[in-house]
């Protein structure tokens, strides 16, 4: 089955700063790729996904990379505020979405003021 | 717009007791799936349900089981609970483009 590996464990930042997370998965057939953001008490938040039809894709200050031959795609925030500072999960599906996504196990960013 | 809705919010249970846990979907999504997140983990898959159809499973026991109504709500069933069975479970709920949208969680203590 699908494994996804997710680095590093925890983060810290000035704030500013960037911040870049990034995953590795094993199924040459999964072609889709959320991100959540997960504020500690709260539900997973979606906030950015990418399909493996794109390379590249940015929301503002977000921007999510794949790298289909590689099997790596990667997290990237600029100008890093303290309200970015939670877990965030990486995930990968061979379904598009459906049947099963398999979640990485977490990435705690820090944002230091 | 309501989002994801579960219920209950928390629950206590004893070893051995079964458990029910309910999940309501955004309006308009007709795929429900369910994941237990133990502390400091991601997600882990348990099922997925489409249009009332098992649609995935994940690995877990025959223990879990689920079921989805004509009204795309689902309940999540859990027998013989064990000190390990003791999480978050969350309820996503999705369009037919797949993006998954979590709701809030029901948290789970076995004894």
């Known amino acids: 089955g699908e494994n996804v590996e997710q680095h590093p464990s925890t983060l810290s930042v000035q704030e500013g700063d960037s911040a870049v997370i990034k995953c590795t998965y094993s199924d040459s057939a999964s072609n889709y790729f959320p991100w959540y953001k997960q504020e500690l008490g709260k539900r997973p938040q979606l906030i950015i996904d990418?399909?493996?039809?794109?390379g590249e894709k940015k929301d503002q200050r977000i921007a999510v990379t794949l790298n289909k031959t590689a099997k790596h795609f990667s997290l990237h925030i600029t100008e890093t505020q303290p309200e970015d500072s939670a877990v965030y999960f990486c995930?990968?599906?061979?379904?598009?979405?459906?049947?099963?996504?398999?979640f990485g196990t977490g990435t705690k960013l820090q944002v230091i003021p | 717009d309501a989002g994801v809705t579960q219920s209950p919010t928390h629950l206590i249970k004893t070893r051995g007791q079964q458990v029910t846990l309910r999940c309501s979907p955004i309006?308009?999504?007709?795929?429900v799936s369910w994941y237990q997140q133990v502390l400091g983990q991601g997600p882990q898959f348990i099922f997925q349900y489409y249009e009332k159809e098992e649609r995935g499973r994940g690995n877990f026991p025959d223990r879990f089981s689920a079921r989805q109504f004509p009204n795309y709500s689902s309940e999540l069933n859990v027998n013989a609970l064990l000190l390990g069975d003791s999480a978050l479970y969350l309820c996503a709920s999705s369009l037919a483009d797949g993006r998954q949208f979590f709701g809030p969680g029901t948290r789970l203590t076995v004894l």
């Open positions: 990418i399909r493996s039809n794109v």
């Open positions: 309006s308009g999504h007709k795929s």
């Open positions: 995930a990968a599906s061979a379904s598009g979405g459906y049947q099963k996504v398999t």
